[in-house]
Structures are given as structure tokens and as C-alpha cells.
Nanobody, 121 residues
Framework: QVQLVESGGGLVQPGGSLRLSCAAS????????IGWFRQAPGKEREGVLC????????YYTDSVKGRFTISRDNAKNTVYLQMNSLKPEDTAVYYC??????????????WGQGTQVTVSS
């Protein structure tokens, strides 16, 4: 059974950092792309960024370029989202998602439960 579990969210001040983890089970992560998405209260879900099976990175929004980086550890079947220079507008529930096709897909097949990130003074 395919499962994705996010962790690492929390409360951080503006300018701070967090690292989110997405642990995969039931499939080999290196065969899939992993995307990170977020949903703020009252807003639709938006894409953040995505890493391919060959470690190519796609940014879904320019607002995180230079601040967020994504990486994978195939031995641990886990992907990470390192978030630096956090801003209040980054506050959202963050989800990871997996798909075998590619980062350009608009319908990722598998989703985690989400982890809350709150950036506030």
C-alpha cells in the first residue's frame, strides 16, 4: 500500500527555517517524482516545487526560489523540503505527493496527510 507521511512542521518566526520530511512506503521513491504543495486558510491548494526521479527540480511558484530547496534520500525512501527565510505568507498546511509520470502532472496519484507550517511574530 502506497503511503506518504509528512513531518517537521511547526511555528517559526519570520526569517526562520524549517525542514519538512516526506517518508514514503509501499513504493520505491526513486521511481517517482515528489511534489510539495500547500494550502493556506481560505485559499486553494498551490504547488510549491517538485523533484524528479533524476533529481531535476521544478518550481511551481517563483515566490520560493532562493529560499526553498528539495532533496531526496533514496536509502531512507524520504524526501526533504528545506525552507529558509520564511515569510508569513508561507503559512499553510504543506502536503507531499507522488506520481510516476512527472512533475508537470496536474493530478498526483498519492498524497500525504499534511503538516502545518505557521510563520508568525
Amino acid at each position: 500500500q502506497v503511503q506518504l507521511v509528512e513531518s517537521g512542521g511547526g511555528l517559526v518566526q519570520p526569517g526562520g527555517s524549517l525542514r519538512l520530511s516526506c517518508a514514503a512506503s509501499g513504493f520505491s521513491l526513486d521511481d517517482y517524482v515528489i511534489g510539495w504543495f500547500r494550502q493556506a486558510p481560505g485559499k486553494e491548494r498551490e504547488g510549491v516545487l517538485c523533484i524528479s526521479s533524476y533529481d531535476s527540480v521544478t518550481y511551481y511558484t517563483d515566490s520560493v526560489k532562493g529560499r526553498f530547496t528539495i532533496s531526496r534520500d533514496n536509502a531512507k525512501n524520504t524526501v526533504y523540503l528545506q525552507m529558509n527565510s520564511l515569510k508569513p505568507e508561507d503559512t499553510a498546511v504543506y502536503y507531499c505527493a507522488a506520481d510516476i509520470r512527472g512533475c508537470s502532472t496536474r493530478a498526483f496519484d498519492y498524497w500525504g496527510q499534511g503538516t502545518q507550517v505557521t510563520v508568525s511574530s
